[in-house]
């Protein structure tokens, strides 16, 4: 499991190393690592090859110096450029004279960076808030004109370490190196998006940072010990029974997509609940599943409901979202279910909740606007959980995952925008009510789900559709079984 940690916890972790360290071995440790990634990408034909550093004030900016003068010593032709003079880091700078690089101002940035294979970004550390100032954002965006590369020290100047929020103008990095754990924006969107290939130096903090981090991103072998698996002695009631509420004349496709993202989530038998066409339209292309007309408390046995999908706002729809609110067993919560929710009954209910909104439903749960909850997709998935006592997963360029109470909210490193088709977030739904069946919390359900859906949509032919992403899922099963 990836997880990332917040700066506060980040730095606690580094001064309770730095107390048992020789001073600077820190950072020699966090400069040889960038050295070592930066020689790499310049590969064999690295003499003589010119990288600009671009130098700010903090600890970065001191990597950058530290990692340029390993890369001087090895025939790399090293410049920096000072973004605020007179403020470098010193030792830096020493060392990277006395190795053969060069030192330069602002006023020269345009030059060196014109001719260099390589711009490592040191301007700003991980404590930074904000976009770039524009005396530190113009050679960045002279690099970005240019098309030279950039490696990011420790995270892209610009981007808010703890949130993934993006305000201003910031580096877009084609790899960054991190050191001794990942940041919250390495793993979240906007700043994901702007931080290309991360690679993770050891620095040796490990041992100091708390065990339970502020983000988690699951791995293969995570949700390979996840995935259900039947017994000898299994039946269909005890893999589980998922009751699946979706689908009306207007969006029958819904209910086909949700029982079978249900079917191949591992369910031992899915009950359908809904009118026609969708239930003559389900046993068309799923003959295993046992329909009902409802309403959904008298469909049968289930341990978990699935409602919303395709599911409309009329009468039928509240009475239906209504009754598998009421029942005892977990329930998600999609698409058109999430509009006709009260926060009050959801938090009163005796078992547990999952909401799966994307961007637009859950600016609507919190009633502020769309582009916010994209800006701030951490703090909103954290403030939908609290809101409605529940889990959610926030649908979007990144999937997360936040559980109400607090802990680690949870990252879904799988996704693709192939995913972004109609019908996806039903097959979704049913995949991952098909978890809760199985006996998953729904933190556990939801990130699982949400992982093999991801690498489903990787393997169906392009362009994805989500009937593919469904034929898709036996692969990943198979592949991570």
């Known amino acids: 499991m990836r997880t990332a940690y917040r700066v506060e916890t980040v730095r606690a972790a580094e001064r309770a190393l730095m107390a048992r360290l020789p001073e600077g071995a820190l950072m020699a440790r966090a400069a040889a690592g960038l050295a070592a990634a930066c020689a790499e990408l310049l590969g064999r034909r690295r003499y003589g090859a010119r990288v600009v550093l671009l130098v700010g004030s903090g600890d970065n900016g001191g990597d950058a110096l530290y990692a340029g003068a390993r890369l001087a010593r090895r025939g790399v032709a090293v410049t920096a450029v000072t973004v605020s003079p007179g403020r470098a880091h010193p030792g830096g700078l020493a060392a990277l004279r006395a190795a053969g690089g060069r030192v330069v101002g602002p006023a020269d940035a345009e030059r060196a960076i014109a001719r260099a294979r390589l711009v490592v970004d040191g301007i700003t550390g991980i404590g930074g808030r904000g976009g770039l100032r524009p005396e530190a954002g113009e050679p960045a965006r002279l690099a970005a004109e240019r098309g030279v590369p950039v490696v990011a020290v420790d995270l892209p100047s610009g981007v808010d370490a703890d949130t993934g929020e993006v305000a201003g103008p910031a580096v877009r990095a084609a790899l960054t190196v991190t050191f001794g754990t990942h940041k919250p924006g390495l793993l979240i969107d906007p700043a994901r998006e702007y931080a290309g290939e991360v690679r993770l130096v050891d620095i040796g903090i490990g041992p100091e940072l708390p065990a339970e981090p502020d983000v988690a991103a699951l791995e293969d072998a995570d949700v390979s010990a996840l995935l259900p698996r039947p017994a000898a002695e ?248």
Do not use: F
């Open 234 to 481: 299994s039946d269909k009631y005890r893999r589980g029974v998922v009751g699946v509420a979706a689908g009306s004349a207007r969006y029958p496709g819904a209910a086909v997509l949700a029982v079978g993202g249900a079917l191949r989530g591992g369910a031992g038998a899915v009950r359908y609940v809904g009118q026609a066409p969708a239930d003559t339209m389900v046993l068309a292309r799923y003959p295993e599943t046992l329909v009902s007309g409802g309403p959904p408390h008298k469909a049968g046995r289930v341990q978990a409901w699935v409602v919303g999908p395709g599911l409309g706002d009329g009468p039928e729809a509240r009475a239906a979202v209504a009754d598998v609110l009421a029942a005892g067993v977990p329930v998600l919560v999609d698409a058109d279910g999430l509009r006709l929710l009260d926060p009050e009954q959801v938090r009163a209910r005796p078992a547990p909740t999952l909401l799966t909104p994307h961007a637009g439903e859950a600016a609507a749960l919190l009633g502020t606007e769309r582009r916010r909850v994209e800006e701030s997709r951490l703090a909103s998935v954290r403030a939908l959980a609290e809101r409605y006592g529940a889990t959610v997963l926030l649908k979007g360029s990144t999937t997360l995952i936040a559980a109400p109470g607090g802990g680690p909210v949870r990252v879904n490193p799988t996704g693709t925008p192939w995913l972004a088709t109609a019908g996806s977030g039903d097959v979704l739904s049913g995949l991952t009510g098909a978890l809760l069946a199985a006996g998953l919390p729904p933190m556990d359900a939801a990130s699982t789900a949400a992982y093999l859906h991801g690498e489903a949509a990787h393997l169906a032919p392009p362009p994805a559709m989500a009937s593919t992403v469904v034929e898709a899922l036996p692969e990943v099963w198979a592949r991570l079984l």
